[in-house]
């Protein structure tokens, strides 16, 4: 399927003026802190840990020393916390741009935009 033939076309392919790249700008990512799950549910493990460990030498054990033993009952409930961070983190990613694309699309695109680029770049050779 080529792209110019594809109905979902959404490639700017005029020239680039003040008015069409002020609306290509550069999407706000969202901050690091939103995908960072590991520390908390390393600490969620650990407590788990902490009422059977088979080693008191155990480093993942020694992270959190104040740490309060957690039943396997409270573990759905303990969670939660995380479970939230991580619905937020994948509505993130969702709001990104272009996350509805395929992957062949993007790929599509790419070859077009290369296409493109050698095109331009032969006419500035030829000119010179």
Same mark, same amino acid.
């Given at each position: ?13 005029? &020239? ?7 609306? #290509?700008? *550069?999407?706000?990512? &969202? ?5 960072? *799950?590991?520390?908390?549910?390393? #600490?969620?493990?650990? !407590? =788990?840990? +902490?009422?059977? &460990? ?7 054990? +020694?992270? @959190?020393?104040?740490? #309060?033993?957690?039943? *396997?009952? #409270? ?8 479970? +939230?961070?991580? !619905?937020?983190?994948? +509505?993130?990613? !969702?709001? =990104?741009?272009?996350?509805? !694309? ?9 070859? @077009? =935009? ?15």
């Amino acid at each position: 399927m080529s792209l110019a033939a594809s109905p979902k076309q959404t490639i700017d392919t005029s &020239p680039a003026t003040p008015s069409n790249t002020a609306t #290509q700008s *550069i999407p706000s990512l &969202p901050l690091p802190e939103t995908f960072d *799950i590991l520390p908390p549910l390393h #600490q969620l493990l650990s !407590r =788990l840990l +902490a009422a059977n &460990p088979p080693n008191l030498t155990d480093p993942s054990l +020694a992270a @959190y020393p104040d740490q #309060q033993h957690l039943d *396997i009952q #409270q573990l759905a409930t303990e969670a939660s916390s995380i479970k +939230a961070r991580i !619905r937020k983190a994948l +509505a993130a990613v !969702r709001a =990104l741009p272009d996350m509805e !694309r395929t992957v062949e699309e993007q790929e599509e695109e790419i070859e @077009y =935009l290369e296409s493109k680029i050698r095109r331009q770049t032969r006419i500035i050779e030829d000119m010179n």
